[in-house]
């Protein structure tokens, strides 16, 4: 399998209903530019580094994904809107695991 079903919902509260390819070695973040689920400048201003928190998201569907790192727990501390279930969607790469995923991104920080 090399696409899997993704279930966005963008900060207008759309929802979209995507696949996102497995063979290609892309995070969360970056499927969300591709299909431009969020104005171009408002996520991944840091290109994916965890060193900003634009691509902040909140999963909402039950799916087991890689702890978070020291870096994505350091960020998202000092975030807004954090919640429990926030996690900075360049830190989620895209895999067979995650067929069904529902996610929400976070609001923009201003």
């Not at 079903?5 to 969300?32: C, Q, S, W, Y």
């Not at 408002?42 to 634009?54: N, V």
């Amino acid at each position: 399998m090399t696409d899997i079903k993704i279930k966005i919902t963008d900060r207008d509260g759309v929802l979209h209903e995507i696949d996102a390819p497995t063979d290609m070695n892309m995070n969360l973040m970056e499927v969300v530019r591709s299909y431009e689920l969020a104005p171009e400048g408002t996520i991944g201003i840091c290109g994916g580094m965890a060193m900003c928190a634009s691509c902040q998201c909140y999963v909402k569907s039950d799916h087991v994904l890689p702890e978070k790192s020291e870096e994505e727990e350091a960020m998202l501390s000092e975030a807004f809107n954090v919640r429990d279930n926030s996690r900075l969607s360049c830190q989620l790469h895209i895999n067979e695991t995650m067929d069904g995923l529902e996610v929400e991104l976070a609001p923009e920080e201003i």
